[in-house]
């Protein structure tokens, strides 16, 4: 694959795969989830990239998303409603055309399972107004305004990650 996972796939039956990872995949990831799969719905390209979700942590294994980040995505008009936590397995790497990151933790942690040209990033590396470096910080042990935040940050970055899915495909990146 090239190196901006672009190019080498157009014209190909096969979706583009995203995971979006997180700590224990009850607050963040299944948040970004729901948003990019909703991005990309509305660009129609909701049958060719597929998006999925899961922890680096296996405690909440099997348990819906947190009620605030539920909450939160319901006010602003997603629904989060059908998520089950499930824990990242290596193996998922051969499954996956891009993994990303919700902080550099949990960047290391996959870098460290992850084989060579295996494409793991920070979600926040497609903001075009964030550092490139910067994380969607865990709002678990804090107030329902940290995931306001998170909402906003996936926000952000989602686009940015369905202009990359879409040049994966071979689409033309489609603005609304
Ligand atoms: P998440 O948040 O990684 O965004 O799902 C967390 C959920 C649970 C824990 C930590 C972070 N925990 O320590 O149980």
């Known amino acids: 694959?090239?190196?901006?996972?672009?190019?080498?796939?157009?014209?190909?039956?096969?979706?583009?795969?995203?995971?979006?990872?997180?700590?224990?995949?009850?607050?963040?990831?299944p948040m970004a989830e729901v948003v990019l799969r909703d991005v990309l719905e509305r660009r129609g390209l909701g049958?060719?990239?597929?998006?999925?979700s899961a922890g680096t942590g296996g405690w909440h294994v099997g348990e819906p998303m947190d009620e605030r980040?539920?909450?939160?995505?319901?006010?602003?008009?997603?629904?989060?409603?059908?998520?089950?936590?499930r824990r990242f397995e290596?193996?998922?790497f051969a499954e996956r055309d891009l993994v990303l990151a919700m902080d550099r933790?949990?960047?290391?942690?996959?870098?460290?399972?992850?084989?060579?040209?295996?494409?793991?990033?920070?979600?926040?590396?497609?903001?075009p107004d964030a550092p490139e470096d910067?994380?969607?910080p865990d709002p678990y042990y804090?107030?329902?305004?940290?995931?306001?935040?998170?909402?906003?940050?996936?926000?952000?970055?989602?686009?940015?990650?369905?202009e990359h899915a879409a040049r994966a495909v071979g689409r033309a990146p489609e603005r609304r």
Do not use: Q
């Not at 979706?15 to 995949?25: A, E, H, K, Q």
């Open 1 to 29: 694959m090239s190196v901006d996972g672009a190019g080498d796939r157009a014209g190909t039956a096969r979706p583009y795969r995203i995971c979006l990872v997180c700590l224990g995949n009850i607050c963040r990831s």
């Open 69 to 85: 980040a539920a909450e939160t995505l319901a006010a602003a008009g997603y629904d989060g409603s059908r998520h089950r936590a």
């Open 142 to 162: 804090g107030g329902r305004e940290g995931f306001v935040r998170v909402l906003e940050m996936i926000e952000a970055a989602a686009e940015g990650v369905a």
């Open 105 to 127: 933790d949990n960047l290391r942690t996959l870098r460290r399972l992850a084989p060579e040209g295996a494409d793991v990033r920070l979600l926040r590396s497609f903001d």
């Open 90 to 92: 290596p193996a998922w």
């Open 134 to 136: 910067a994380e969607v």
């Open 47 to 52: 049958d060719v990239v597929v998006v999925d």
